[in-house]
């Protein structure tokens, strides 16, 4: 069973998004499903990605959809508190040519 849960917090158009646990395929749709509904009057979001131990392409594709959205909005994304694991998979899949990492 997966044990995947995410907290979110709003200041102004900014949305803090902390995932925790593994963002696979099984973890992916509801984790986008939470995240869209939480974008209304958004513009950046900041990705706190210290308690996600696994991302698969799945949950990539949950980060790529969110940074095209908030492009479009005049804003961005940027990711925080990368551990090794899940950077490592940034790295290899060339998505920090396109997504700020702090």
Excluded: C, W
């Excluded at 646990?21 to 706190?48: K, Y």
């Excluded at 392409?57 to 005049?74: F, I, N, P």
């Amino acid at each position: 069973m997966n044990m995947f849960q995410t907290t979110f917090h709003k200041e102004g158009t900014v949305l803090t998004v902390q995932p925790d646990g593994s963002l696979d395929s099984a973890a992916a749709p509801e984790f986008s499903d939470q995240l869209e509904q939480e974008l209304d009057g958004i513009s950046t979001i900041v990705m706190d990605l210290e308690r996600v131990d696994y991302i698969a392409s799945a949950g990539l594709r949950v980060l790529l959809k969110s940074e095209q959205e908030m492009e479009e909005r005049g804003g961005g994304m940027k990711l925080i508190h990368v551990n090794e694991n899940v950077l490592e998979v940034l790295q290899l899949t060339g998505f920090l040519d396109f997504v700020t990492l702090e």
